[in-house]
């Protein structure tokens, strides 16, 4: 069974704040993605990695950066936390590019205050 | 711009009737459409896919139809059950895969 684990599953930040969510896949997947989930609305990607040491911007990369220095593990990094970035966010793997199944974890819920 | 839309947004269901989710999209070059199923507290998992060569994909009580031509496709949920209240995204993917802001399903018993 694929496996993606985040880390912490709940964070209350203050707001000018530096976060950071973790995540560790034992799947041995090259692709990691964080998305953004907001009530009403679906997932939205904010940065993604194929490959150890490199990220690449998502749809919404603004006031979010990533780090990738294993395969395993893919963090996401709020330098300046705003309340604009309060949400569920979730990490996921695939072993292709999105295709043909990408394997989430059980999301971290950031309230940012 | 929303590459994949759903409709309706919520939708209730008695047990034991067949819930249809709908899905439209832009992009004639999406040929890969996954719906994920996501309960409360839970992440996305896939629950069937359909790839554009096909009009139709049954996986037990869950069917997915498939429309090219009108760019449209839609999930059947035959005989639902309580256990099946969740969140359905429908997804499309040429390379990498875009969400439609999901359908919160409540089937009640």
């Known amino acids: 069974e694929a496996a993606v684990t985040q880390s912490p599953r709940s964070k209350v930040a203050v707001t000018g704040g530096k976060v950071t969510l973790s995540c560790h896949q034992t799947?041995?997947?090259?692709?990691m993605y964080w998305y953004r989930q907001d009530t009403g609305h679906g997932l939205r990607l904010i940065h993604y990695?194929?490959?150890?040491?490199?990220?690449e911007k998502g749809d919404i990369p603004d006031g979010y950066k990533a780090s990738r220095p294993s395969q395993e593990n893919f963090s996401l990094i709020l330098e300046l936390a705003s309340l604009s970035q309060t949400a569920v966010y979730f990490c996921a793997s695939s072993d292709t590019g999105q295709g043909p199944e990408v394997f989430f974890g059980k999301g971290t819920r950031l309230t940012v205050v | 711009q929303q590459q994949v839309r759903q409709s309706p947004q919520s939708l209730t269901v008695w047990e034991g009737e067949t819930a249809i989710l709908n899905c439209s999209y832009e992009n004639s070059a999406f040929d890969y459409f996954p719906w994920y199923q996501q309960f409360p507290g839970e992440g996305p998992a896939l629950l069937i896919s359909?790839?554009?060569?096909?009009n139709k994909k049954e996986d037990g009580r869950f069917t997915i139809f498939f429309n090219k031509r009108e760019k449209k496709l839609s999930l059947h949920i035959a005989d639902s059950q309580p256990g099946d209240s969740a969140t359905y995204f429908c997804?499309?993917?040429?390379?990498?895969?875009?969400f439609g802001d999901g359908t919160q399903l409540v089937v009640k018993p």
């Open positions: 359909i790839l554009s060569v096909s």
């Open positions: 799947n041995n997947h090259d692709y």
């Open positions: 990695s194929y490959v150890a040491d490199s990220t």
């Open positions: 997804a499309a993917s040429p390379n990498r895969i875009f």
